[in-house]
């Protein structure tokens, strides 16, 4: 799936040439629920043996490995000229839960990380209080459009060069709604079989 969505969005950035742009994986999130066991078998008192330790027990940093390669292939794709936000909107921990129902040994936790490159971005800067909320009004103000007084989060700007400020000088407006809107009927059974049970897999609903 993974594979797809880059194949696909690579597509796109070279053909459309789109000024902003935006990819979802999930293969890492799938990856952590189901073999966190084997990485971590203290953290989750799961027992897993020895064989199955040794065949899954990389699994997750090796996909984050592959993960990484997948973004470098998009970047590429979209060359040099753009700014790239990597943003994940939870982290994971050891978490039994489920694990009866479904076999599922980790879960969501909200700490998170993020990466964020490009033209007028700070170079190997640490951010501690960046929040997945806060990537709608950055990208805004990277592109030096307004940002609305009514968002949830805030324009990460110490992570945009002096430089880069000065040219895009944030502009705030109250809000970007415009009233009510149609968001027309979505009936239950327009969820393909395929996608319901992969929903089911991962255990969002039963
Ligand atoms: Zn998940």
Same mark, same amino acid.
């Given at each position: 799936m993974?594979?797809t969505h880059l194949?696909?969005?690579?597509?796109?950035?070279?053909? +459309?040439?789109?000024?902003?742009?935006?990819?979802?994986f999930?293969?890492?999130d799938?990856?952590?629920?189901?073999?966190?066991?084997?990485? &971590?078998?203290?953290?989750?008192?799961?027992g897993?043996?020895?064989?199955? +330790?040794?065949?899954?027990?990389?699994a997750?940093?090796? /996909? /984050?490995?592959?993960?990484?390669?997948?973004?470098?292939?998009?970047?590429?794709?979209?060359?040099?000229?753009r700014g790239?936000?990597i943003?994940?909107?939870?982290?994971?921990q050891p978490?039994? *839960?489920?694990?009866?129902?479904?076999?599922?040994?980790?879960?969501h936790?909200r700490?998170?990380?993020?990466?964020?490159?490009?033209?007028?971005?700070?170079?190997?800067?640490?951010i501690?209080?960046?929040?997945?909320?806060?990537?709608?009004?950055t990208?805004?103000? /990277?592109?030096?459009?307004?940002?609305?007084?009514?968002?949830?989060g805030?324009?990460?700007?110490?992570?945009?060069?002096?430089?880069?400020?000065?040219?895009?000088?944030?502009?705030w407006?109250?809000?970007y709604?415009?009233g009510?809107?149609? +968001?027309? &009927?979505?009936?239950?059974?327009? *969820?393909?079989?395929?996608?319901?049970?992969?929903i089911?897999?991962l255990? /969002?609903?039963d």
């Amino acid at each position: 799936m993974d594979r797809t969505h880059l194949g696909t969005g690579a597509k796109l950035l070279q053909e +459309r040439r789109p000024d902003l742009f935006g990819i979802f994986f999930q293969g890492i999130d799938i990856m952590q629920h189901f073999t966190w066991e084997f990485m &971590d078998p203290l953290g989750t008192g799961t027992g897993p043996t020895i064989a199955e +330790r040794a065949r899954w027990g990389q699994a997750i940093e090796r /996909y /984050y490995a592959f993960a990484d390669e997948l973004v470098g292939a998009l970047v590429e794709a979209g060359g040099s000229e753009r700014g790239v936000l990597i943003v994940s909107d939870h982290g994971f921990q050891p978490d039994t *839960l489920r694990w009866e129902k479904k076999g599922i040994s980790g879960e969501h936790r909200r700490q998170s990380f993020f990466l964020y490159a490009g033209p007028g971005i700070e170079r190997g800067k640490r951010i501690d209080d960046f929040d997945a909320v806060d990537a709608t009004p950055t990208i805004l103000a /990277y592109h030096g459009l307004p940002v609305a007084h009514d968002m949830d989060g805030e324009p990460c700007l110490d992570a945009h060069t002096a430089k880069w400020r000065e040219h895009h000088p944030i502009e705030w407006i109250e809000t970007y709604e415009i009233g009510d809107w149609d +968001r027309g &009927d979505l009936p239950a059974e327009s *969820l393909s079989e395929d996608l319901e049970e992969r929903i089911r897999a991962l255990g /969002y609903i039963d």
